[in-house]
């Protein structure tokens, strides 16, 4: 068995939960449920981001202490990853004891190498985003160029972690593991960031004392990259256990959007390198869902709650939509109008119809009975075929594309219901060996589409007879053709997904 480690960035709590969170977490989740199905021990990481001046500020407004105000938010998150169907192994606290272990171990082994030094910053600073800016990359007027609020003028005795000194390393690094960042495109942004040159940054404030003290001068407070990156180890037990920390790191990917690529890409394994920790295997790199062509985010006011949008397409509607509707790494235009519209298209009128009309004409010409597929269905190409690119897609990390491969049976079984019309003909072998093999498409579109739509996916599969969780289902096996036993009682229930209209 082999071990699949998958982690999203922790979700910075000064915001609830909204689309641009929900969609690395849904990605993460499919690819680690494909994972579990191809028979690998997986764990999925996702948590919470919980210090930092933000944090400090948000509190005070609210009338609370720091701790206060995270332990509201925090269970906010864990809430809506369970509503989502979310099925991660761990949830992080950037608050939490083995996490500061972990933070206190990788900044004592970077400072012990000498890759952290004492120096004074001054600087201009967007405190939304935690980030100093140069004034290349201000808007005119000293405006953050994500916020577009005006930016601080900050002066502070800083440590800095000396980036500078793994230009080479990193482009060594990265020319020696090839499409270790997906996709491509992305790849080559991190690339470009790294040879444009790269600049030490600050990894500790004075100013601040919501986080965790440096171990070698307490009064300077971990500041952002090694406090939030790191949870990527603590989760591990790095600095703690070293039995879990090498059974699980490195990293198969860490899911991140596309703004944190500089963060992730860049610093992460450069700070790994100082401290002597192996680097990840891989970073999946998602666009921005976009709404009115602006980034999803609260402060540009333009947060979509997911949790509102289940009411009207379901869990498995929403998630299904994130996934296929947007190819991985790219930007997509989120709407109402495109959430229904693929619902209807791909879940109302195709899966859900095939599951419907499979049923209906079994009760009606097989006496409610599955009958079993045909070994030589001319469906059995299309399974494979499906089973082939679904595994290619998750692979890669491109949901869009393992989906595409996974309705394309759902396709191919609803036109060879049209073409043999079962329906029309008077029941017998000839309806008996049509309905078999659809059955089998059914039953292997289940298992295929399970990442996506669990819950639909586990009634279609008890609508067709079987009673066994279909998460306990392993592949390839599950998909090979002629699983389905025949002698099954199928059952028609509710429509899966009722047209929206
Ligand atoms: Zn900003």
Request: with cysteine.
């Amino acid at each position: 068995m082999s071990r699949f480690y998958v982690t999203t960035p922790i979700y910075y709590v000064n915001a609830e939960p909204h689309l641009g969170h929900a969609y690395t977490t849904i990605v993460g989740d499919a690819l680690t449920r494909w994972s579990r199905l191809m028979g690998n021990e997986v764990k999925y990481l996702t948590g919470t981001d919980e210090h930092g001046l933000k944090i400090q500020q948000a509190a005070q407004a609210a009338g609370q202490t720091p701790q206060e105000f995270t332990d509201e938010i925090a269970p906010k998150f864990a809430h809506a990853w369970e509503r989502l169907n979310i099925a991660n192994d761990d949830f992080i606290r950037t608050t939490e004891p083995r996490h500061k272990a972990a933070v206190v171990e990788l900044l004592q082994r970077c400072y012990d190498a000498g890759d952290i030094e004492l120096g004074v910053y001054s600087g201009k600073y967007c405190v939304a985003c935690e980030e100093y800016y140069t004034d290349e990359e201000l808007l005119p007027g000293d405006l953050c160029p994500i916020h577009k609020k005006l930016v601080d003028t900050y002066e502070e005795e800083n440590y800095f972690f000396r980036l500078s000194r793994f230009q080479d390393r990193l482009l060594d690094w990265y020319a020696a593991h090839p499409g270790a960042i997906k996709p491509d495109h992305r790849a080559n942004e991190a690339l470009g960031l790294i040879r444009g040159g790269l600049r030490d940054f600050s990894v500790s404030r004075t100013s601040l004392d919501w986080g965790i003290p440096l171990p070698w001068d307490p009064k300077h407070v971990t500041y952002v990259w090694f406090d939030a990156l790191t949870n990527y180890l603590s989760a591990t037990g790095f600095g703690d256990n070293e039995q879990t920390y090498t059974d699980w790191w490195p990293v198969d990917y860490h899911l991140i959007g596309k703004d944190i690529i500089r963060h992730h890409c860049v610093y992460w394994p450069a700070m790994l390198m100082s401290a002597g920790v192996e680097l990840p295997k891989g970073w999946g790199v998602g666009g921005w869902l976009l709404v009115d062509g602006e980034k999803m985010a609260k402060s540009g006011g333009n947060a979509v709650n997911p949790l509102e949008l289940i009411d009207t397409v379901g869990v498995d509607g929403f998630r299904y939509y994130v996934l296929a509707e947007t190819p991985y790494g790219t930007d997509g235009d989120f709407s109402y109008e495109g959430l229904v519209a693929k619902y209807n298209s791909d879940l109302a009128n195709n899966f859900g119809n095939l599951a419907a009309r499979v049923a209906t004409v079994v009760a009606k010409k097989c006496g409610g009975i599955g009958p079993a597929p045909r070994a030589d269905s001319p469906l059995a190409a299309a399974a494979s075929a499906a089973f082939e690119g679904a595994q290619r897609g998750w692979n890669d990390v491109a949901p869009s594309k393992a989906l595409d491969a996974t309705w394309s049976l759902i396709r191919a079984t609803n036109a060879y219901l049209e073409t043999n019309e079962p329906w029309k003909t008077e029941p017998g072998p000839e309806v008996d060996a049509v309905m078999g093999d659809a059955l089998e498409a059914l039953r292997i579109v289940s298992v295929l589409a399970f990442p996506a739509v669990p819950q639909t996916a586990q009634t279609v599969w008890e609508r067709i007879g079987f009673t066994s969780n279909i998460a306990d289902q392993r592949l390839p096996d599950s998909a090979a053709w002629g699983g389905y036993p025949g002698g099954l009682t199928v059952t028609k229930g509710d429509s899966l997904f009722p047209r929206i209209t």
